[in-house]
C-alpha cells in the first residue's frame, strides 16, 4: 500500500498555487519552462478588489499568445505545450486606477508524454500506471475545484456580510429620520392646537 501511494505522490505532477496582489496600473508574470507535450493548466479567481475583474495573458516561447482575457472574474484554461521553452502568465490591473487586486491561481504542470517503452510495445505495460496517472488527475482536479469552491465561499461571504452592514445601518438611519419626523410632526401639532390668549 505504502508503494502505491509513493507512486501516486510521484506520477501527480507539479502544481503550484499562489495568492498575490496586484496593485493598480501594475502588471505581475510567471514563468514555467517546460519541454514540448507538456500538460498545462491555469486556474485563477479574483478574491477581492474593485469589480473582482483582472486582464491575463498566456503566452508561448515563440511570443505568440496562447489564452487572454480582459475583465475577467475567473477562468479555467488547460493545453499542451507545442514546443520546449518557458511559458508566461500574465496578470494585470492596468485598468484600474486606485484599486489592487487579490487573485487566488493555480498553475498545473503535467508530465511530458514519454515514450512507449520496449515493454509496453510488447504488450506488458501494465494497467495499474495508466489507472494511477488517472487517478492522480482526477485527484488534482478535485483539489482545484475545492480550494475553487473554497474561494468562492469566502467572496460571497465578504460580499453578504458587506450588504448586512449597509442594510442595517440604512435600517439605523431610517428609525433615526422616522422619529425625527415623529417628534416634528407632534411639534408642529401641539403649536398648531395651541390656544393663544389677547392680553
Given at each position: 500500500?505504502?508503494?502505491?501511494?509513493?507512486?501516486?505522490?510521484?506520477?501527480?505532477?507539479?502544481?503550484?498555487?499562489?495568492?498575490?496582489?496586484?496593485?493598480?496600473?501594475?502588471?505581475?508574470?510567471?514563468?514555467?519552462?517546460?519541454s514540448a507535450g507538456t500538460k498545462l493548466g491555469l486556474t485563477?479567481?479574483?478574491?477581492?478588489?474593485?469589480?473582482?475583474?483582472?486582464?491575463?495573458?498566456?503566452?508561448?516561447?515563440?511570443?505568440?499568445?496562447?489564452?487572454?482575457?480582459?475583465?475577467?472574474?475567473?477562468?479555467?484554461?488547460?493545453?499542451?505545450?507545442?514546443?520546449?521553452?518557458?511559458?508566461?502568465?500574465?496578470?494585470?490591473?492596468?485598468?484600474?486606477?486606485?484599486?489592487?487586486?487579490i487573485v487566488m491561481f493555480t498553475i498545473?504542470?503535467?508530465?511530458?508524454?514519454?515514450?512507449?517503452?520496449?515493454?509496453?510495445?510488447?504488450?506488458?505495460?501494465?494497467?495499474?500506471?495508466?489507472?494511477?496517472?488517472?487517478?492522480?488527475?482526477?485527484?488534482?482536479?478535485?483539489?482545484?475545484?475545492?480550494?475553487?469552491?473554497?474561494?468562492?465561499?469566502?467572496?460571497?461571504?465578504?460580499?453578504?456580510?458587506?450588504?448586512?452592514?449597509?442594510?442595517?445601518?440604512?435600517?439605523?438611519?431610517?428609525?433615526?429620520?422616522?422619529?425625527?419626523?415623529?417628534?416634528?410632526?407632534?411639534?408642529?401639532?401641539?403649536?398648531?392646537?395651541?390656544?393663544?390668549?389677547?392680553?
Amino acid at each position: 500500500m505504502n508503494h502505491i501511494c509513493f507512486v501516486i505522490l510521484l506520477l501527480i505532477g507539479c502544481t503550484n498555487a499562489y495568492y498575490m496582489t496586484i496593485d493598480a496600473h501594475a502588471e505581475e508574470c510567471f514563468f514555467e519552462k517546460v519541454s514540448a507535450g507538456t500538460k498545462l493548466g491555469l486556474t485563477f479567481e479574483v478574491a477581492e478588489g474593485g469589480f473582482l475583474d483582472i486582464d491575463f495573458n498566456i503566452v508561448g516561447p515563440n511570443g505568440q499568445t496562447i489564452e487572454s482575457g480582459e475583465r475577467v472574474s475567473n477562468g479555467k484554461y488547460a493545453f499542451k505545450a507545442d514546443m520546449d521553452g518557458v511559458y508566461t502568465y500574465c496578470f494585470s490591473n492596468k485598468m484600474s486606477t486606485m484599486t489592487p487586486k487579490i487573485v487566488m491561481f493555480t498553475i498545473d504542470v503535467g508530465e511530458p508524454t514519454a515514450e512507449l517503452h520496449p515493454d509496453a510495445a510488447n504488450g506488458n505495460h501494465t494497467k495499474l500506471e495508466e489507472m494511477i496517472k488517472e487517478l492522480s488527475g482526477a485527484l488534482r482536479t478535485v483539489k482545484h475545484e475545492q480550494d475553487y469552491m473554497n474561494l468562492r465561499e469566502r467572496v460571497h461571504r465578504t460580499i453578504n456580510e458587506s450588504t448586512n452592514s449597509r442594510v442595517v445601518m440604512w435600517s439605523f438611519f431610517e428609525a433615526f429620520v422616522l422619529l425625527t419626523m415623529t417628534a416634528g410632526q407632534v411639534y408642529y401639532l401641539k403649536r398648531f392646537f395651541e390656544v393663544r390668549r389677547v392680553v
